[in-house]
C-alpha cells in the first residue's frame, strides 16, 4: 500500500533525515489489521505479495490486477511503452558509439533512469497543464465559506442525525472527532493526483475539518471537506483502487519509514464503513419525478389546494408549478415530506376546499405523483372527544411564521384535519383559513405561550391589553380545545441553543439561508437568520423538512444564502419590511403586527393571570392550559 510513496515521491533523495527527528517504531509483521471498519477489521497485504509497481509509470495498485506474468507493468500501454523507450535508448547508444552528438531530445533522454524516461517527458507535459489548472483556479471567487464562518466565530453547527430526512440522517453511525479518512493530497506538486490520510479534527453538519497525518498540533494545512464528496474515502480505498499514498511536501522529511509511521497511527483507528459513498448515492435518490401531478396549498389562498406539477427536484426539495401556468412562471418550493403537498384527489377525499385548473388542452406527459410518496400524518380517533368549531387555542400564524396568535378552529375535516383562522385577521370570505392536522406540531393548547414564556399575539385590535385568556374566553362566550387531543409528544432531537444550521425563509420557501437555533420549547425551535432581525426569526418544528445540516446545500448543489453583511443590515431591514408588507397584502389582507409594535402596545407593570382562573375555568371544561413537560 504505502509502496506508492516510493515511487511518486518528489525526491528520492529527501526520503532519509536525522534520527532525532524520527520515532522509533517496531518492525512490521507481514500483514496487520490496522484499521477497523465499524467493527470489521481490515487487513492490509504484504507489499511483496499484495502490491506492485509499475516500472514505467510508478503507478502503485493491487499485483493481481497488474499486466503480464511478471506484474511489471500496470497497463498494456506502460508494457509497450516501455519496449519502446528501449528502443530509443539502444539507437541514442549507437549514435553515440558513431560519434554524432545527441540531439536534444536524447539529452533529456539520457538523463533519467531507463525505467522513467517516458514517463518523464510524460510528467512534464502534465506538469504544464498543472501550472494552467492553479492559475485558473488561483483566481478568488467571491462567496460564503461555512468553514472560515465556524473557525472564525467557534461555531458549533448541528449534527445531521438531528435531520432525519436529509442525505444520510439515519445511516450517519458514529462518524466523529479522530476518524481517519483518505483524501487528495493538495501540498504536493506531482502532476498525477495523489492521496494521503487525514483525520477529522472538528464536525460541523457535513462538513469536517481535516489534518493530513504528520502533522500533529501543526494546524498550518487544515482544510474543510464535504464527507459526503467524492474525494473522501475510507482508509484502505487507495490500496484497492490502486491509487498512490504520498506525505504531504511539508512534512516529507520528517519520517524515512512512513509505511511504519502509518500503522503505528492507525492501529485500532476509526474510519469510514466500506460502503459509505453507496449509503450516500442512495440517500440521495428521490422518488419524486418531474411531470409528477400532486396538489398544494395555494399560495394566493391559503384556504385551497391547486394542482401543480413537479417541475424540478433538489436534495429532495421540489419546484412545483401551477398547472395553469402557462410560462411556468407562478411556482412554489417545498420539500417533498412538506405537509403542503397532497396526491391529486386528496382534497376531495377530506373536505378540503379545491381549485379545479381551467385548462383548454389536456397536459401531455403529466402525471399523479403514487400516493405512497407522501407524508403519512398519524392516525387520530375523532370518535369520542374531539375538536369542534369555535373553539379556541394557540397557533404559528403561516403569514408570520415568527409569532404564535389566539386562534379558532373554524372547520374540522376528515382523517382529523383542522381548519384554522387566526383571530382578529381573518378575511370575510374565509380565504386566508390555513389547515392544520390535529397532530401538528404548529398548534397549541390555550396557555402554552404563557407557561413557556412565549410572546403570544392578541387578535388585531383587541383592547383590552395585556391579554389575558380568562377574559378573552368569557367576552367571546367561547371555550379553549381540551389539553389532551394536542400532540405532546417531544422526540430526542438533539438540538441546542446556538447550533448553526441551513434553513428555508418560509416567507420566501425557495432561499434556504445560514441560521441559527436561539431557542428551543420542548420540540419547537426558534430559528434566527444570520444578519437580520429577530422580527424576521421563524418557529419551526424540529422535525421540520425545511431545516438542513451545514454543507446541505453544497452536497445538493442548492444555492446557500449568506448571512447579510453589517454595512447592509439596514438597508435590507428596509426593503424586507416593504417585500413583507406586501406579500401580506398577496394573502388577502392580513395585517400582522411586529413584535416591536406589539411591546409598544403592552400595557408596563401588569400580568396576564390566565393560569390563576384555570382551576375553575377547567371544572366545567370550558378552559384548559398547557401541562409544562421537561424537554
Not at 506531482?190 to 453538519?205: D, E, M, S
Request: proline residues 6%; contains cysteine.
Amino acid at each position: 500500500m504505502f509502496d506508492g510513496y516510493d515511487s511518486c515521491s518528489e525526491d528520492t533523495s529527501s526520503s532519509s533525515s536525522s534520527d532525532e527527528s524520527e520515532e522509533e517504531v517496531a518492525p512490521l509483521p507481514s500483514s496487520l489489521p490496522i484499521i477497523k471498519n465499524n467493527g470489521q477489521v481490515y487487513t492490509y497485504p504484504d507489499g511483496k505479495s499484495g502490491m506492485a509497481t509499475c516500472e514505467m509509470c510508478g503507478m502503485v495498485g493491487v499485483r493481481d490486477a497488474f499486466y503480464s506474468k511478471t506484474k511489471r507493468f500496470c497497463s498494456v500501454s506502460c508494457s509497450r511503452s516501455y519496449s519502446s523507450n528501449s528502443k530509443k535508448a539502444s539507437i541514442l547508444a549507437r549514435l553515440q558509439v558513431a560519434g554524432k552528438p545527441p540531439t536534444k531530445k536524447a539529452k533529456v533522454l539520457q538523463k533519467q533512469p531507463l525505467v522513467a524516461k517516458l514517463a518523464a517527458y510524460a510528467q512534464y507535459q502534465a506538469t504544464l497543464q498543472n501550472q494552467a489548472k492553479t492559475k485558473a483556479a488561483a483566481v478568488p471567487v467571491e462567496g460564503f465559506s461555512w468553514g472560515n464562518y465556524i473557525n472564525s466565530n467557534s461555531f458549533t453547527a448541528a449534527p445531521v442525525t438531528c435531520f432525519r430526512h436529509a442525505p444520510m440522517g439515519t445511516c450517519w453511525g458514529d462518524i466523529s472527532e479522530g476518524v481517519r479518512v483518505e483524501v487528495p493530497n493538495t501540498d504536493c506538486s506531482l502532476p498525477t493526483k495523489v492521496f494521503w490520510i487525514a483525520g477529522i479534527v472538528k464536525l460541523a453538519g457535513y462538513n469536517a475539518l481535516l489534518r493530513y497525518e504528520g502533522f500533529e498540533n501543526d494546524s498550518s494545512l487544515d482544510f474543510w471537506c464535504n464527507v459526503c464528496g467524492s474525494d473522501i474515502h475510507p482508509v484502505g480505498w487507495c490500496a484497492t483502487s490502486g491509487k498512490p499514498l504520498v506525505p504531504p511536501r511539508t512534512i516529507q522529511h520528517k519520517y524515512t519509514n512512513w509505511k511504519a509511521f502509518l500503522v503505528k497511527r492507525l492501529t485500532g483507528a476509526k474510519t469510514l464503513p466500506p460502503d459509505f459513498s453507496q449509503k450516500v448515492s442512495e440517500s440521495m435518490q428521490y422518488p419524486f419525478k418531474t411531470s409528477m401531478r400532486v396538489e398544494v396549498v395555494d399560495k394566493t389562498h391559503l384556504c385551497r389546494t391547486r394542482v401543480a406539477v413537479v417541475d424540478s427536484v433538489i436534495g429532495g426539495r421540489l419546484r412545483l408549478v401551477y398547472e395553469e401556468s402557462e410560462d411556468k412562471s407562478d411556482d412554489f418550493w417545498c420539500h417533498m415530506y412538506s405537509p403542503l403537498i397532497h396526491h391529486v384527489g386528496w382534497s376531495r377525499a377530506i373536505g378540503h376546499r379545491f381549485k379545479r385548473a381551467d385548462l383548454t388542452k389536456k397536459q401531455d406527459g403529466h402525471f399523479d405523483a403514487p400516493p405512497h410518496l407522501f407524508l403519512k400524518v398519524k392516525e387520530v380517533d375523532s370518535a369520542g372527544e374531539w375538536f369542534k368549531e369555535g373553539m379556541k387555542l394557540e397557533a404559528i400564524d403561516p403569514l408570520n411564521l415568527s409569532a404564535i396568535c389566539v386562534a379558532t378552529i373554524r372547520k374540522v375535516l376528515a382523517d382529523g384535519y383542522l381548519m384554522i383562522g387566526i383571530d382578529g385577521s381573518e378575511a370575510a370570505d374565509g380565504s386566508d383559513w390555513f389547515c392544520y392536522h390535529a397532530t401538528s406540531p404548529s398548534i397549541f393548547p390555550v396557555g402554552f405561550c404563557e407557561i413557556n414564556m412565549i410572546e403570544l399575539t392578541p387578535p388585531r385590535g383587541y383592547a383590552k391589553l395585556p391579554f389575558k385568556w380568562f377574559d378573552y374566553l368569557r367576552e367571546t362566550d367561547s371555550i379553549a380545545a381540551p389539553v389532551k387531543l394536542f400532540n405532546k409528544e417531544v422526540p430526542n432531537h438533539g438540538f441546542h441553543v446556538g447550533m448553526k444550521l441551513e434553513a428555508v425563509d418560509l416567507m420566501e420557501p425557495r432561499l434556504v439561508c445560514v441560521a441559527t437555533v436561539t431557542r428551543i420549547i420542548h420540540r419547537l425551535l426558534r430559528i434566527h437568520f444570520d444578519g437580520w432581525e429577530e422580527e424576521y426569526d421563524q418557529w419551526v418544528d424540529c422535525e421540520s423538512p425545511d431545516l438542513y445540516p451545514v454543507g446541505w446545500c453544497q452536497l445538493t448543489g442548492y444555492q446557500l444564502q449568506p448571512p447579510a453583511p453589517q454595512s447592509s443590515r439596514d438597508s435590507q431591514s428596509s426593503s424586507s419590511k416593504q417585500k413583507k408588507k406586501a406579500k401580506s397584502q398577496q394573502y388577502k389582507g392580513h395585517k400582522k403586527m411586529t413584535s416591536l409594535q406589539l411591546k409598544e402596545e403592552l400595557l408596563d407593570g401588569e400580568e396576564y393571570g390566565f393560569l390563576q382562573g384555570a382551576s375553575d375555568q377547567e371544572s366545567n371544561g370550558s378552559a384548559s392550559y398547557y401541562i409544562k413537560q421537561e424537554p
